[in-house]
């Protein structure tokens, strides 16, 4: 639905409606800049995440071979197997919360990003249709 521009009567409403909507597309702008944050901290968070999942995949594979050395006494297999347990929660923990942020979490974020996109779009026209409307009318 587009604006009705001949409820605009003069240059003085027209100056008024504006400032308004100008306003309403910083806002608008403003909220697609902290999207685009949004966006980054998260890109920088997968990649912390691998590699803290890189990190840990080390560490498993170094309490696996401690833990398949020969000539363990039971107590140093009990706490080798324990380490080597604690390190797989550890990276089932890492996986987990890596799945969190890139599951629907991160689509209604874009969902979101294509609401203000779209608002943004709308609200140039808008003062493209003031500007016109303007032109229309006598001082």
Same mark, same amino acid.
């Given at each position: 639905m587009n604006p009705?521009?001949?409820l605009l009567t003069t240059?003085? +409403?027209c100056d008024a409606a504006t400032a308004d909507v100008t @306003?309403?597309? /910083? &806002? @608008?702008t403003h909220a697609d800049s902290?999207?685009?944050?949004?966006? !980054? %901290?998260a890109a920088r968070s997968q990649a912390s995440a691998a590699a803290a999942l890189a990190k /840990? !995949?080390?560490?498993?594979? *170094? *309490?696996? %071979?401690d833990a398949a050395a020969p000539g363990l006494t039971p107590e140093e297999q009990e706490d080798a197997d324990d380490a080597l347990d604690l390190?797989?929660? +550890? %990276?089932? /923990?890492i996986v987990k919360n890596n799945r969190a942020n890139v599951g629907t979490e991160r689509f209604l974020g874009s969902v979101d990003a294509g609401q203000v +996109? &779209? +608002?943004v779009d709308y609200l140039n026209t808008v003062l493209a249709g003031i500007a016109a409307h303007r032109d229309t009318l006598s001082a």
């Amino acid at each position: 639905m587009n604006p009705d521009y001949s409820l605009l009567t003069t240059w003085a +409403q027209c100056d008024a409606a504006t400032a308004d909507v100008t @306003f309403e597309l /910083k &806002t @608008f702008t403003h909220a697609d800049s902290g999207l685009d944050l949004a966006d !980054d %901290r998260a890109a920088r968070s997968q990649a912390s995440a691998a590699a803290a999942l890189a990190k /840990k !995949d080390k560490e498993i594979a *170094a *309490a696996e %071979r401690d833990a398949a050395a020969p000539g363990l006494t039971p107590e140093e297999q009990e706490d080798a197997d324990d380490a080597l347990d604690l390190l797989r929660l +550890q %990276r089932k /923990k890492i996986v987990k919360n890596n799945r969190a942020n890139v599951g629907t979490e991160r689509f209604l974020g874009s969902v979101d990003a294509g609401q203000v +996109q &779209t +608002q943004v779009d709308y609200l140039n026209t808008v003062l493209a249709g003031i500007a016109a409307h303007r032109d229309t009318l006598s001082a």
